[in-house]
């Protein structure tokens, strides 16, 4: 009977994280589909190309954070607002729930802990997260305040609490595909960078490696010249 009772208090929990995850992970597959497709020619099998270029652990640390933090911290925070800020669906109390969220929670616990985390699932070290975070911090947490405030207003005023994450977790799709969509177009302009900085230096061994011929031939007949008593 114990069991069934923490059973009963355990599944709405772990049923609606499931779903966070779930969401998230499949926005991350989604934007990554969309970023292959327009990065794959035409010609040839293009389809196993994208399939062969999805990052799946990127997408399973995408999962893993909305199912342990969306489905579990943020909600706990979420019901902390209710019991600071009150229950009422008033202007003045899911203003200060908005305010919170926007100033406090993104900022300083959402978006370092969104890209520390996954970047250690990822295999990153710490050091490299931190150097993710610092790199995507402004544009995530701008874009955050673009999108979510509109949508939390909404959410705190209509939504009831057992149905705000997963009601979230809808909304964050968007989200999240904005996101992974920020940091793979940063890493395809990375890759370019570092292709061009290749070609150029392919071309400069190439162009080095013919002066160095060139003047080695010329060394070559001015020595011959000298033996046959010619002087160049």
Not at 114 to 131: D, I, P
């Given at each position: 009977?114990?069991?069934?009772?923490?059973?009963?208090?355990?599944?709405?929990?772990?049923?609606?994280?499931?779903?966070?995850?779930?969401?998230?992970?499949?926005?991350?597959?989604?934007?990554?589909?969309?970023?292959?497709?327009?990065?794959v020619p035409e010609s040839g099998s293009s389809q196993a190309a994208v399939c062969t270029n999805l990052d799946?652990?990127?997408?399973?640390?995408?999962?893993?954070?909305?199912?342990?933090?969306?489905?579990?911290?943020?909600?706990?925070?979420?019901?902390?607002?209710?019991?600071?800020?009150?229950?009422?669906?008033?202007?003045?109390?899911?203003?200060?729930?908005?305010?919170?969220?926007?100033?406090?929670?993104?900022?300083?616990?959402?978006?370092?802990?969104?890209?520390?985390?996954?970047?250690?699932?990822?295999?990153?070290?710490?050091?490299?997260?931190?150097?993710?975070?610092?790199?995507?911090?402004?544009?995530?947490?701008?874009?955050?305040?673009?999108?979510?405030?509109?949508?939390?207003?909404?959410?705190?005023?209509?939504?009831?609490?057992?149905?705000?994450?997963?009601?979230?977790?809808?909304?964050?799709?968007?989200?999240?595909?904005?996101?992974?969509?920020?940091?793979?177009?940063?890493?395809?302009?990375?890759?370019?960078?570092?292709?061009?900085?290749?070609?150029?230096?392919?071309?400069?061994?190439?162009?080095?490696?013919?002066?160095?011929?060139?003047?080695?031939?010329?060394?070559?007949?001015?020595?011959?010249?000298?033996?046959?008593?010619?002087?160049?």
């Amino acid at each position: 009977a114990f069991s069934r009772v923490r059973l009963a208090k355990i599944w709405p929990w772990a049923k609606t994280a499931a779903q966070s995850g779930g969401i998230a992970a499949a926005a991350d597959v989604t934007t990554q589909r969309f970023i292959s497709k327009g990065n794959v020619p035409e010609s040839g099998s293009s389809q196993a190309a994208v399939c062969t270029n999805l990052d799946l652990r990127r997408s399973a640390s995408i999962g893993a954070f909305g199912f342990f933090y969306s489905g579990g911290l943020q909600r706990l925070l979420y019901q902390k607002f209710d019991t600071s800020f009150g229950t009422q669906a008033t202007m003045q109390v899911v203003a200060k729930k908005v305010a919170a969220d926007s100033f406090l929670h993104a900022p300083f616990l959402y978006v370092p802990v969104f890209y520390m985390v996954t970047g250690l699932l990822q295999g990153k070290s710490l050091e490299e997260s931190f150097v993710r975070l610092r790199a995507m911090y402004c544009d995530t947490v701008t874009t955050y305040l673009m999108i979510w405030p509109a949508a939390m207003f909404g959410l705190f005023w209509a939504v009831p609490e057992a149905r705000r994450i997963v009601t979230l977790a809808c909304l964050a799709f968007v989200e999240k595909a904005v996101y992974s969509l920020i940091e793979l177009s940063r890493q395809n302009d990375r890759e370019v960078v570092v292709s061009v900085d290749v070609r150029i230096d392919e071309a400069q061994n190439v162009a080095g490696s013919a002066v160095n011929s060139v003047a080695s031939e010329k060394g070559t007949l001015a020595i011959g010249g000298l033996r046959d008593g010619h002087v160049p």
